[in-house]
């Protein structure tokens, strides 16, 4: 694989890491990220989120909700989504502290206000390297079903960019109107430097 990506979603623990496992799996140089000031992950109510600092293992988060009720996270998903993060890596990253991880040719966020935060959080380095990065932004529901299929169509679009290699930038506004069109999906992207 010719390039390094980055996946980034708001907490590092569904979207990004779907996406992370599944192209680490394919053999990408892949990493993954949250934007968020901390992890969130579904409490028994909306109002009653289980929230962790980034950096907390994942094991601790799957250690401690299992011991709150472990019938309640298995039914919701989410014993399985941390066992799954346990085998990818050991805690959830924030994209605005990635800085000592070098850097990335292709990031992909999914949420816009994810992508804007990573855009904008890029513009704000200082940009040593000035070295292009080119930033898609998939949007994916933030649950399990999603996550999957998103995880799937990140793939495709990472395989077609890594076929078009040297010339990706000049390529790219055609790969994304027949990834739209084939999929259906509509996609927001930026090159950037840094």
Same mark, same amino acid.
């Given at each position: 694989m010719k390039f390094r990506y980055a996946m980034v979603c708001s907490s590092n623990q569904n979207r990004s890491m779907e996406a992370h496992f599944l192209l680490k799996r394919q053999g990408f140089d892949v990493s993954s990220y949250g934007t968020g000031t901390h992890v969130k992950l579904p409490g028994p109510s909306l109002r009653e989120p289980n929230v962790y600092d980034f950096g907390t293992p994942y094991k601790h988060m799957f250690d401690d909700l299992r011991r709150k009720d472990p019938e309640l996270y298995?039914?919701?998903?989410?014993?399985?989504?941390?066992?799954?993060?346990?085998? %990818?890596?050991?805690?959830?990253? #924030?994209? *605005?502290?990635?800085?000592?991880?070098?850097?990335?040719?292709?990031?992909?966020?999914?949420?816009?206000?994810?992508?804007?935060?990573? %855009?904008?959080?890029?513009?704000? #380095?200082? *940009?040593?390297?000035?070295k292009t990065v080119l930033v898609i932004n998939l949007e994916v529901k933030d649950n399990h079903e999603e996550a999957a299929v998103g995880a799937r169509l990140t793939l495709d679009l990472c395989q077609e960019i890594e076929e078009a290699a040297e010339s990706w930038e000049e390529s790219i506004d055609d790969i994304v109107a027949g990834f739209e069109k084939q999929h259906r999906r509509k996609l927001l992207y930026s090159i950037s430097f840094y």
């Open positions: 298995k039914r919701n998903g989410i014993l399985p989504m941390l066992k799954r993060n346990l085998t %990818v890596k050991l805690a959830p990253q #924030r994209w *605005q502290e990635n800085a000592a991880d070098g850097s990335f040719d292709v990031v992909f966020t999914f949420e816009e206000k994810v992508f804007d935060m990573v %855009v904008e959080d890029l513009h704000n #380095r200082d *940009q040593v390297l000035m």
